[in-house]
């Protein structure tokens, strides 16, 4: 349950602390007070997206924080996979800051923690109906969210999701293969127009940057020829004055003294290496100019059509080198796949009915938990509508064949109501009041609040379109709702608000130059003028205050 709200600096709230009970409590005050700031509060805890509006002017940070805590040890059990355990006391602390920049910021038990964190076990904590809730009700394809909720459907959902993206993405191959095939021969002949380019090119890795290489010698063929020539003889080819011959000779001198001067031996050795690697650098110089020929023209025209012939298909193909000898092996392929394109058909076939059969499966079994819960819902609510003065509603969960599978699964789910006995059921969107939708809401969060364990649920103005009698039997319902779940409502109605075992008024006054809004709990004479001023509007009479004592004495022995 919500023990306490603290809230700083949103909109005309400077700081307000609110400490709640269990059971039923009513928020009162006049139209503006800031009832409203509320419920926007709490939601911008939880972890909705709010506008920096919200942020009090000339203040740098607003912050709203709250304490819940009486968790069972289910409760305990789905927050720890939340990671989000409560602290030694039992209690779960979350808070939520946002900045003058926009910027937010949320913490669970002091600790840093994403907004979608907050999200998620925001569910376990507080359940708000506000208007749009039951606006949410006009829209038809809510209500197979509602139903999916009452049955408890979510693993059932996720099951049915993932067989369905799995029929779709299954659809999608078999779609491309038939796509495919029925431009086969086409593409059959464009790869092989392709493949007949490439393989008669015969490129191979590296050789377009070996030809470049080969080129350059070619083109200087001549000069390289001239001075590889000269320093060919000069280390190793010319008669007894080659630089080899003459380390040769002075190293066997060297040998003859090595008895006498043993230095002399290593020197020799020294001499001997370096002849060795003179005659590797002549040998290797006289290959310089490779298999050129006797026609180096000729040799250079070779390398040039090569040249040009792979530049030619990079142009066409624009691609690099690389890029050419993949896209032959992708020709390859794609041909030898194209000329298994019957078996892949097969195969794509088979497996689209195999995840369809899968989907259905699933979708089946979404549709028979839908119809149970639709079964066992429609008589709650009716009980709860009946009390709410809504005797001679029929209600209806229509839970039909939409036709094809969609995100959803097979069914379309319709919520029905006749407001008068003997006219067929309809749409709720096609003919409920805004008293009634309001009331059909309230009946569906009962019945929901009874079947999940909400702890806490927060009604924002819940007597919308109603007063009276009517106003009171809600007022009455919310009060029985309260006995097992702590129950706040926002109301204008004093037949709802003498009712609450707790009351709260919200008023706002100036302090200053500035306009606040403050949260006070009232009991007593304060409780009944408040009653009474929500009775009377304007003036409050003597008569209105006797009013007030009944409604509440009366509340007091309900």
């Known amino acids: 349950m919500l023990y306490s709200l603290h809230i700083e600096n949103i909109a005309v709230i400077k700081c307000v602390d609110i400490d709640f009970d269990v059971g039923f409590t009513a928020l009162t005050g006049e139209t503006g007070a800031g009832k409203s700031i509320l419920i926007d509060s709490i939601n911008f805890l939880l972890g909705a997206r709010t506008s920096k509006d919200i942020l009090r002017s000339g203040e740098e940070k607003a912050l709203v924080s709250a304490m819940f805590g009486g968790f069972s040890e ?42 979608s964190s907050v999200k998620a076990i925001a569910p ?94 070619v083109a ?55 002849r060795y690697e003179i005659e590797d650098i002549a040998e290797t110089v006289y290959d310089f100019t490779g298999d050129i020929g006797d026609d180096p023209t000729a040799a250079l025209d070779k390398i040039e059509s090569r040249l040009n012939t792979i530049n030619k298909l990079k142009k066409h193909f624009a691609t690099d080198e690389a890029g050419l000898i993949e896209l032959l092996e992708k020709t390859k392929q794609e041909l030898n ?27 089946e079994k979404l549709t028979d938990t839908r119809k149970a819960a639709a079964k066992k819902l429609i008589p709650l609510v009716l ?31 319709l919520f029905l109501i006749s407001a008068n006995r003997g006219e067929e059921p309809k749409p709720i969107s096609k003919i409920a009041s805004g008293g009634e939708l309001a009331r059909i809401m309230l009946a569906v969060k009962t019945v929901f609040a009874d079947a999940f364990g909400v702890h806490t649920v927060i009604y924002d103005e819940v007597d919308t379109g109603v ?16 006995v097992a779940t702590q129950t706040v409502c926002v109301t204008h109605s004093a037949q709802i608000a003498s009712l609450a075992n707790s009351h709260m008024l919200i008023k706002k006054s100036a302090v200053g130059e500035r306009t606040e809004t403050t ?14 001023r ?3 509007g304007v003036t409050v009479s003597e008569n209105m205050l006797v009013s007030a004592r009944e409604l509440i004495n009366e509340g007091n022995n309900i």
């Open 74 to 115: 289910h409760d305990i059990k789905l927050l720890a996979e939340s990671d989000a355990s409560p602290d030694e006391d039992g209690n779960l602390i979350i808070s939520r800051t946002m900045s003058a920049d926009g910027r937010t910021q949320s913490k669970i038990n002091g600790r840093a923690v994403n907004t």
């Open 519 to 532: 949260v006070t709990p009232i009991s007593g004479e304060d409780r009944v003028r408040e009653i009474a």
């Open 534 to 536: 929500i009775l009377g």
């Open 467 to 482: 007063s009276g009698k009517t106003a009171r039997k809600i007022g009455i319902k919310l009060k029985q709702s309260a």
């Open 337 to 363: 796949d194209l000329s298994n394109m019957d078996d892949a058909l097969d195969r794509a076939k088979k497996a689209c009915d195999n995840a369809e059969k899968e989907a259905l499966s699933a979708a």
């Open 124 to 217: 376990m904590l507080v359940n708000i109906h506000g208007q749009n809730d039951s606006m949410r009700l006009l829209d038809d394809n809510n209500h197979i969210v509602f139903l999916d909720a009452y049955a408890e459907n979510s693993h059932l959902s996720a099951e049915y999701s993932h067989k369905y993206e799995a029929l779709r993405e299954a659809k999608k191959k078999l779609s491309s293969l038939e796509g495919k095939n029925d431009e086969k021969e086409k593409r059959i002949s464009e790869l092989r127009h392709t493949a007949k380019l490439l393989e008669s090119a015969k490129v191979k890795v590296g050789e377009e940057d070996r030809l470049l290489a080969e080129r350059k010698i």
């Open 383 to 413: 009980s709860e509508l009946e009390f709410l003065d809504m005797q001679k509603v029929v209600f209806d969960i229509a839970v039909t064949p939409c036709g094809a599978l969609t995100q959803d699964g097979a069914d379309k789910v």
């Open 220 to 274: 200087n063929a001549e000069k390289i020829s001239k001075q590889t020539s000269f320093v060919y003889r000069a280390l190793k080819d010319a008669e007894k004055a080659n630089a080899a011959y003459i380390l040769d000779r002075a190293a066997t001198s060297l040998l003859q003294i090595a008895d006498s001067v043993p230095e002399a031996a290593t020197l020799a050795a020294k001499l001997s290496d370096m």
